[in-house]
């Protein structure tokens, strides 16, 4: 595999340099302002360097900000831009460079004739820390359990359990490194080119089980995906056509993951394995377009056909001595699979008043992996039957009508209709057709009111009857999957704004969405979406700005299952509750040469899950979740090309979760967890930093 820990040193050494800094910094409107200014051909921007300090590393706070530790750190930003009178140009910009997550671009070229580019970008996400493990090798496709492990029957027969266990992180590194190049040809010609590595190294959680018994595992990831995307336009007076290639390829480092059996287990396996995600490839070759005949009609649209392939080795059905060579029908699955997309859109102007639009589509996926029958092994322990692989195809058509009309100076109408029919293979029903009904209004009675309501209704509808597919162990006949059942959707969406004054202005989004699977007797019945949002801005002059808004999200879902593998006996209610509250004030030279700035935040999320069977009632203990932000910063100016800056950061953060809170790796008798409990935290952060600006 090509790495980029080795392999970007030399090409981005000067771009790391010069990467910015300033992870609570605020855009620089100054130098955006300069950029413009036509009589300076000088380069123009500004430098900057500074400490930061974090009081405590925990993941959900310093997840995807970069800290690796707590402590202090070195920062430092830069934003160039040059420009001549002739169209050439370049830039340097970037940020966060003495963090983890930092990234770094180099553009430049000429106007009008040819651009290019060069991205770098680190990010750590920081997933758990710490988790326990009695595993080494954490990071490796071996895990090994100590040379004196005792196996048990159960977690509590572990003896050497509490010796062994010991505490790792589990974090994703991901480097991104992209480039490209744009040159125009006369007036009507451009060509383009963008290639991008995306490198990912870390560990992350999953599961390995024997049977009954089971342990959380540290899985290795190490793989790296290379897209290349080419095309070349020409652009004519009444209508313009792009062909474009798009080709992502995946390799991946690992093969598989082979863990030690910390358990005693019928069939006494003594390790298992699992294989890791496997290369693979895309390919896509499209044709766009877009043209204007006359004045009152248009159109654009595309056509695509693709690729993806995979076909790694198989790693062997098993690797228990006891059970011997399973043999396999094929070396490779040898997937092929085959897509084709079209699209048109076409609109045109019927009257003065009235605008009509017609769109088509087609989307196909054709799979085209051979079937063979495949001896099953079950968790490296159980020869079970034979099994065929199911290829999923699928093809969807369907098109819309709508029409635009304005009633008014101040109001208009729109209203439409679209259908979709989807063909499916290897699923539970044959074809589902959906019918799409939707109105909308948008008027402004007053100057000062804006207002927007849009009405939709969804109906889907299975074509013919729903067969549940032959497997081991078989579904319930009366389970419907959400995503092939019927189902009715209503949709209302209200949004508006008032403009109380030229400094005070009001906002107001709501959406309700309500879906009913009402031929579904055991699986998702209902599912409820509310969410409305208000907002405030207010900005007496230049030298203040402040905000406020508040957002609220409920969603209800209902489940219906059954223990007696027949009619329903048992239903389930989902309630999630999220509440979000904002407020900011940003005061400009109300001080002389002083910038001073407040964000504060308040999230709080509440989820209840409640059972109702046939014998009792039960509700689980509540899900919480609390985060409270608050972030203060000042910008004084001492001079017109040197400020100082210092930032502050606290935020407060607790959540409660019965799924892991209390459960200790021996909690569970048939599954050795990993300890991870739920986080809550007070933390403190602060930057202090200066700028000089040229």
């Known amino acids: 595999m090509l790495t980029l820990k080795s392999h970007w040193i030399l090409p981005l050494g000067v771009a790391l340099i010069v990467s910015p800094a300033g992870v609570m910094a605020e855009t620089d409107t100054k130098t955006a302002e300069c950029e413009a200014c036509a009589f300076d051909w000088e380069p123009r921007g500004y430098v900057e360097a500074g400490i930061l300090w974090l009081e405590d590393d925990e993941p959900e706070f310093t997840n995807y900000r970069g800290f690796d530790r707590d402590g202090f750190f070195l920062n430092g930003a830069i934003d160039v831009v040059d420009r001549d009178e002739d169209g050439t140009y370049w830039s340097l910009q970037g940020q966060n460079l003495g963090l983890g997550s930092r990234n770094a671009a180099v553009r430049g070229g000429r106007q009008g004739t040819v651009d290019y580019f060069l991205d ?7 997933v758990y820390d710490p988790v326990k493990t009695v595993f080494s090798g954490a990071g490796t496709e071996r895990l090994e359990l100590p040379g004196d492990w005792a196996r048990g029957d159960t977690t509590k027969d572990l003896s050497g359990l509490d010796v062994a266990l010991r505490d790792i992180d589990i974090e994703l590194e991901r480097k991104t490194l992209a480039t490209g190049l744009q040159f125009f040809q006369g007036e009507h010609w451009d060509y383009n ?31 790296i995906t290379h897209r290349f995307d080419l095309s070349v336009g020409y652009l004519a007076k009444l209508w313009q056509l792009r062909l474009a290639y798009h080709g992502s390829f995946f390799d991946n480092d690992n093969q598989s993951l082979t863990w030690d059996n910390p358990f005693i287990v019928p069939g006494d396996a003594p390790r298992g394995r699992s294989a890791a995600a496997p290369d693979n490839s895309f390919n896509r070759l499209m044709l766009s377009g877009a043209f204007r005949p006359t004045r009152w009609l248009s159109g654009s649209g595309h056509i695509a056909v693709g690729r993806l392939e995979q076909d790694d080795s198989f790693v062997p059905a098993t690797i228990n001595p006891n059970i011997g060579p399973v043999g396999l029908p094929r070396q490779d699955l040898d997937a092929k699979v085959n897509t084709l997309n079209a699209r048109l859109r076409l609109t045109g102007n019927a009257t003065r008043r009235l605008t ?7 989307d196909e996926r054709d799979n085209d992996t051979p ?3 495949y001896r099953q092994v079950d968790t490296d322990l159980f020869v079970a039957e034979l099994r065929e692989n199911r290829p999923y195809s699928f093809e969807k058509n369907g098109g819309e009508l709508s029409a635009d009309y304005q009633l008014t100076n101040n109001t208009d109408v729109s209203t439409g209709y679209g259908i979709e029919r989807s063909e499916f293979t290897y699923q539970e029903v044959d074809a589902t057709d959906t019918d799409l009904y939707f109105g909308e209004l948008r008027t402004r009675p007053g100057e000062r009111v804006e207002l927007r309501l849009r009405l939709g209704w969804e109906d889907r509808d299975v074509d013919g009857s729903y067969e549940p597919l032959a497997v081991a162990p078989p579904e319930n006949p009366l389970l419907r999957k959400f995503n092939l059942a019927d189902r009715d959707r209503h949709e209302i969406r209200l949004s508006g704004n008032y403009y109380a004054s030229e400094q005070l202005s009001f906002g107001l989004n709501s959406v309700y969405a309500d879906d009913d699977y009402h031929n579904s007797s055991i699986g998702l019945t209902k599912a ?7 907002d405030a801005s207010w900005s007496p002059g230049q030298s203040l700005n402040a905000y406020v808004y508040f957002t609220r999200q409920n969603i209800v879902s209902d489940i219906a299952g059954s223990e007696s593998f027949g009619r329903p006996d048992w239903f389930a209610e989902h309630d999630d509750t999220i509440n979000t509250y904002g407020v900011g004030v940003q005061a400009r030279e109300l001080i002389p040469h002083l910038e001073l700035g407040v964000d504060l935040a308040y999230t709080r999320s509440r989820g209840n899950i409640s059972i109702d069977s046939r014998t009792s009632d039960q509700k689980f203990p509540q899900l919480q979740a609390d985060r409270i932000s608050t972030r203060i910063y000042g910008e004084y100016s001492v001079s017109d090309r040197w400020s100082y800056r210092l930032d502050y950061w606290l935020e407060h953060y607790e959540q409660q979760d019965f799924f892991i809170d209390g459960v200790a790796p021996d909690t569970t008798d048939n599954v050795l967890t990993s300890g991870r409990q739920s986080p809550d935290y007070i933390i403190h952060a602060a930057g202090i930093s200066a700028r000089y600006r040229f």
């Open 371 to 373: 079937v063979d029958s």
């Open 528 to 534: 409820v979406d509310r969410m409305v949002t208000l």
């Open 120 to 126: 770098y970008q680190e990010l750590n996400h920081d």
């Open 193 to 223: 080119f963008e290639y991008t590595a995306d490198e990912r190294d870390g560990t992350r959680l999953m599961g390995g089980s024997f049977l009954l018994r089971s342990a959380i595992l540290p899985e290795p990831v190490d793989d």
């Open 356 to 362: 009509l639009r017609a769109e088509g589509f087609f």
